[in-house]
């Protein structure tokens, strides 16, 4: 299951990563809409889980868990300052002659996947996948069980 799952966020990565900086900040862009318009069912499949958590994990863990409306509102602000970085692939970073008529170039391109495994933040679900598109990157994410509501929502 997992190789199936890497194998089609290649594919996707490959595709993200040809597209132009308009389509990427779009996608982002949808990102934030889709966040400020589901904001209720965030934060009510957040409590869920919070509820389920209590007293199960320590309150460093809780505090990373918990996703409440001011919090949700600042990850949205986070998306669309990713929206407005630069774009990071085909950059020229060095444009240098070495010898006449040999010049090399060093030019940005997005990694492929990242695979990230984080426990039970699911603010890291918003901040990585706007990176990830961003720098035309593919992302497999990983949650902690604790956040399960909250991430898959």
């Not at 040809?18 to 949808?30: D, F, G, H, P, T």
């Not at 966040?35 to 994990?57: F, M, P, R, S």
């Not at 001011?70 to 444009?95: C, E, M, N, S």
């Amino acid at each position: 299951m997992l190789t199936e799952i890497a194998q089609k966020t290649r594919l996707a990565a490959q595709h993200l990563a040809s597209l132009s900086s308009e389509s990427k900040n779009n996608a982002i862009e949808s990102i934030a809409t889709s966040l400020e318009n589901h904001t209720d069912e965030i934060v009510a499949a957040n409590l869920a889980d919070c509820q389920a958590a209590d007293g199960k994990i320590g309150s460093a863990l809780y505090s990373r868990l918990k996703l409440d409306p001011t919090k949700l509102k600042g990850a949205i602000v986070g998306v669309r300052d990713v929206g407005k970085l630069a774009d990071p692939v085909r950059q020229i970073q060095i444009h240098r002659e070495l010898d006449a008529g040999l010049i090399m170039h060093r030019v940005s391109c997005p990694v492929g996947v990242l695979g990230v495994i984080f426990e039970a933040r699911p603010d890291a679900v918003i901040q990585i996948a706007s990176l990830a598109i961003k720098s035309g990157n593919g992302v497999i994410l990983k949650g902690g069980s604790e956040a399960i509501n909250s991430c898959t929502v």
